[in-house]
């Protein structure tokens, strides 16, 4: 896929950045708490798949030091360009329909990723290919199937206009291909793929600052898709933003599930 094949989230779209940043705030913490766990040192060799912002990229590199290697990769590395310095390597890379850039990795981490990619599968064992021997994956990724609204607590005419803006948005990324039920079979997909020591947990953000900022820019991403489809009007889109920037709604993201196991 590449970025003009019609990806919905497109990265350079002014809200991209809006969305990095609230991603970040959400998942860094429980992305950085695995990789911690998965005994990440100086000196390790590090693929980052689909990194799209610099967040994980610049602390893989704190972590490995100039010894070690990160390389970032995605369709569209326009955000990448202020970690591209040692121990990082930047390149453009499709990691559903090309082949892994490397071997050897001590770690392949992907965050919000193959949800997206269309050959999951091809993804996958490009990624395990990747690893050496005792190496470590992870694989981070939403199951909107498993809570699809934005607002659980639907109290009122704010929040069932809130859900269902959210399954039109769902309703556009299925269109796409995206597999909203994936996250649920990552560890089953790790075993079957023959990765040993698997083991998967969930992340469930609910009520932030940042759940209302992610909703917000995300929905202004996607507006005129939404209208286009006859899914919301334009009316009703900027009376939800309005709800949304009046701070009265508990907002959720799609729960995050983390796979991870080790190539034998």
Known sequence: ?????????????????????????????????????????????CWDVGAGGTSVVSWLAEKVGPAGRVVAT????????PAGRPPVEIRVHDVGAQEPPGEGFDLVHARLVLVHVPDRDRALRSMIQALRPGGWLLIEDADPAL?????????????????????????????????????RRLPR????????????DGFFPMTSPACTALEAATVRQIRDRLIDAGLATAEEIEQH?????????????????????RKA
Do not use: K
Request: net charge negative.
């Open 147 to 183: 809570q699809p609204l934005t607002c659980p607590d639907e109290s009122g005419p704010e929040q069932r206009l809130a859900n269902r803006l959210r399954q039109g948005f769902r309703g556009l990324l299925a269109e796409r291909g995206a597999d909203l039920a994936y996250g």
């Open 189 to 200: 997909l790790l075993r079957e793929a023959g990765l040993h020591e698997v083991e998967a």
């Open 1 to 45: 896929m590449t970025p003009s094949d019609g990806y919905l989230l497109d990265n350079r779209q002014r809200e991209a950045g809006e969305r990095f940043d609230a991603f970040a705030t959400l998942f860094d913490p429980t992305t950085f708490r695995h990789i911690e766990a998965l005994g990440i040192e100086p000196g390790w060799r």
């Open 74 to 81: 995605d369709i569209d590395t326009s955000r990448l360009a």
């Open 241 to 261: 933003l309005a709800n949304v920037e009046a701070g009265g709604m508990d907002l959720t993201t799609a729960p995050m599930i983390s796979a991870w196991g």
